[in-house]
């Protein structure tokens, strides 16, 4: 199993997010975790990618490593990519030097050879095409007046030239327009592979039109209250989360977190 | 926050690296200031009797006067006569090349990365190095000298070329100018002299090095640069000093004169000693820049970064006398630990249609506070004058400050000032975003300072660029360009 997660909790001061969640995640799978807001799902995706604001117990095994214990970095180092709700502008860098520092730290990680503009260059025109960017996107400074659709084809962009085993995409798909999702979706479906797995994250069922998942989770109150397969998400399409919650599936005293 | 404040407290006190001293046999004249330490330092330095004169006027003036008290900084009173106002590397009788350079001394330049000679033969940059109170060598002199180009220590251009000494200096800086310039002007000891004149593209960068060695000192160096019509010139200047328990004051003068369509650029990078983590010892950097563009079409631009010093105290500013001339100022102060800075500029408008650019970029780390204090002066005379400021400040950690004082007056009714200001932190998501991908919080923390300082980065010379960066403890393929 790529990633095993078994009763993890995670918590801010006195306020409990995750109140035990399990997840089995093999390699070559896509999984969609989705769910009402304050459900849990973007914590759940900060916590794997080790963000220190969450103090956290329980197990996540990521092929086999404890992966609570690592840092960020390290975890990023062993290959877990995580495509941001908001990710962040940072003016005066350039993407392109932001990109290969990524690349090129991951890479010194791993012990492999640096890359060199040139060879780097190469490798992002080659990607880029598959997100319908330009090479000038490579000159902008990191996110830096990018608009909501061009923020998340960078995420994309970043998560093909860094090759993660594990990729966890948070709501990649909110605040895009149709044609913004299409590329975004047919930029995921391409890094799809039997030796990498994802997570999806998302509010909206029509994500999953585009990106076929082979199982879907629900979250509710910081818990897995339900997994299935792909129709369990038409299914909520249907029904909504609030029939959950009223069959009983939802743990209704779950004090509901803020998503940070 | 606790990551951030680890991270930034790591950053934050970084070690000084250029903290040796070194052995040299020192000529100091007695600690203390009266007109007899100022006749013994112009009688050694062979002056002739006006300079005398002038400086004792300075010193006479500066008796009345009080240390100002306005600045946003702190520090314990001066005691002006626990100084040595003159000390000098011996043994220097005229050198005829560097190969005459005191070898102890070659060797500590060689450990400043300032190789002296290497300079001379790779890097076409003329250099003249200042150690203590004097210019102990400048290269490339005969290059310069064929393009009529005088590039000399302060000393040998009162010995050589009294008559542009004496018209220029005090021309911009008038010796009652303020509480430091009125005590350079009585001690100053050595410093650069440039003279670059009509029509001349001096062929390549002009560079001193400034080196505080000896303890208990005062370096009061002062420097001219004029640029004749049309000529022009860039210039850069460097500073280190030894980590000393005492604090050390560093009193500079530094005046510019642009004539006719002459452009001056004057590109710093500041490095003092800047104290301990506890906040003893370090330079006090209280220094007087200006330039005046006294001729038409002429143009002056400041750059400079500031990472030393315990204090730093300076308004590199330019006087916009003649008619279109353009007035710059690039700066990056960055205070860590318990340094204090208080920088920013002066750009007065006296001539039609100047335009003057300001943009500064303080970091606070530590408990380092950080004031931006600019005035823009557009007198009536000034029609269609314009300026434009940008200030931004960022802050490291939640126990340091950014302050921004700008003062604005303006008289002329087509005049145009604008100012934009704002102040970030390094946030926790934008080192999680850096970590995420897997770069290390200490190069995260460094490229995002480095993005932040980039406008003002880019107006360094290449290798000035290049060592500001690594000030900024950043790798050499920085982010800018």
């Known amino acids: 199993m790529m990633l095993h997660i078994e009763n993890l909790h995670a918590r801010i001061g006195d306020n409990e997010i995750l109140r035990g969640v399990n997840l089995e995640v093999a390699a070559g799978e896509v999984h969609a975790i989705m769910g009402p807001n304050g459900s849990g799902k973007s914590t759940l995706a900060n916590v794997l990618a080790g963000h220190e604001a969450y103090d956290t117990e329980g197990l996540v095994l990521f092929e086999g490593e404890d992966l609570l214990a690592l840092s960020p970095e390290d975890r990023a180092a062993s290959g877990v990519f995580l495509a941001f709700q908001h990710p962040v ?11 290969r520092t990524a690349l090129n730290s991951l890479r010194r990680r791993r012990g492999l050879d640096e890359l060199d503009v040139m060879q780097f260059l190469a490798l992002a025109e080659d990607r880029m095409k598959s997100v319908e960017m330009d090479r000038s996107f490579m000159n902008r400074s990191v996110n830096e007046g990018f608009s909501g659709g061009e923020k998340k084809r960078n995420e994309i962009l970043q998560m093909s030239i860094l090759e993660p085993k594990l990729a966890i995409l948070d709501e990649t798909d909110s605040g895009l327009d149709i044609d913004a999702l299409r590329i975004v979706a047919s930029g995921v479906n391409e890094l799809r592979s039997p030796d990498r797995a994802m997570v999806v994250i998302t509010h909206h069922q029509r994500l999953l039109d585009y990106i076929i998942p082979d199982q879907v989770h629900v979250m509710a109150g910081g818990r897995i209250v339900r997994s299935g397969d792909k129709d369990l998400a038409l299914e909520l399409e249907e029904y909504g989360y609030s029939e959950l919650g009223q069959a009983g599936m939802v743990d209704s005293s779950a004090s509901v977190g803020a998503t940070p | 926050m606790t990551d951030v404040s680890n991270d930034v407290r790591e950053f934050a006190n970084q070690e000084y690296k250029y903290g040796f001293s070194t052995d040299l046999d020192t000529d100091l004249v007695p600690k203390g200031l009266s007109e007899g330490t100022i006749a013994l330092i112009s009688s050694k330095k062979n002056e002739p009797q006006w300079l005398l004169d002038w400086r004792l006027q300075a010193y006479r003036h500066w008796t009345t006067l009080e240390e100002p008290l306005w600045q946003n900084v702190h520090y314990e009173p001066i005691d002006y006569q626990d100084i040595i106002y003159y000390a000098a590397p011996k043994s220097r009788a005229a050198l005829a090349s560097l190969d005459e350079v005191d070898p102890e001394m070659r060797a500590m330049f060689d450990k400043l990365g300032i190789s002296l000679a290497e300079q001379e033969r790779l890097s076409g940059v003329a250099v003249d190095a200042i150690v203590d109170s004097v210019s102990v060598a400048t ?23 009294p008559e542009l000494v004496r018209q220029y200096l005090g021309s911009v800086v008038p010796y009652r100018d303020n509480y430091f310039a009125t005590l350079n002007s009585a001690v100053f000891t050595d410093g650069s002299f440039c003279f670059i004149p009509k029509g001349v593209h001096c062929p390549m960068e002009l560079s001193t090095y400034f080196r505080i060695n000896a303890a208990d000192t005062g370096q009061f160096e002062r420097t001219l640069i004029i640029a004749e019509d049309g000529a022009d010139v860039s210039y850069l200047e460097g500073c ?6 005492k604090n050390q004051l560093h009193a500079a003068v530094v005046e510019l004169v642009a004539l006719e369509g002459a452009r001056i650029k004057y590109s710093t990078v500041q490095n003092w000693y800047p104290g301990d983590a506890e906040g003893r010892g370090g330079i006090y950097n209280f220094v007087t820049k200006r330039g005046k563009c006294a001729g038409a079409n002429s143009k002056i631009s400041w750059t400079q970064v500031e990472t030393g010093s315990a204090i730093t105290w300076k308004y590199p500013g330019v006087i916009l006398q003649g008619d ?18 208080d920088t920013g500029t002066k750009m007065i408008h006296i001539g039609k249609n100047t335009h003057s650019t300001i943009v500064s ?17 557009m007198l009536r005379s000034a029609e269609g004058a314009r300026n434009y400021t940008r200030c931004d400040s ?3 950690g939640s126990e340091s400050g950014a302050h921004t004082f700008p003062y604005i007056e303006v008289k002329h009714p087509s005049a145009q000032v604008e100012h934009e200001a704002s102040t970030s932190k390094i946030g926790e998501d934008q ?6 991908r897997g770069i290390s919080e200490e190069d995260a923390v460094s490229m995002i300072v480095n993005g932040f300082c980039r406008e003002v980065f880019k107006e360094l010379p290449m290798e000035f660029a290049v060592e500001a960066q690594r000030l900024l403890s950043v790798s050499l393929e920085g982010s800018v360009g």
């Open chain 1, 89 to 99: 502008e940072i003016p005066g860098v350039g993407n392109l030097y932001f990109l």
């Open chain 2, 139 to 161: 290269t490339f002199k005969k290059k310069l000298a064929d393009v009529g180009v005088i590039f000399c220590s302060f000393s040998e251009a009162v010995q050589n070329h």
């Open chain 2, 324 to 341: 279109n001339s353009v007035g710059e100022f690039y700066s990056v102060a960055l205070t860590a630990n318990h340094q204090q800075a």
């Open chain 2, 361 to 377: 970029k303080a970091i606070s780390a530590g408990h380092g506070q950080n004031t931006y204090r600019g005035l823009v002066k």
């Open chain 2, 394 to 396: 960022l802050l490291l």
């Open chain 2, 431 to 436: 080192l999680f975003y850096c970590r995420q």
């Open chain 2, 240 to 245: 280190t000093a030894p980590m000393r328990d």
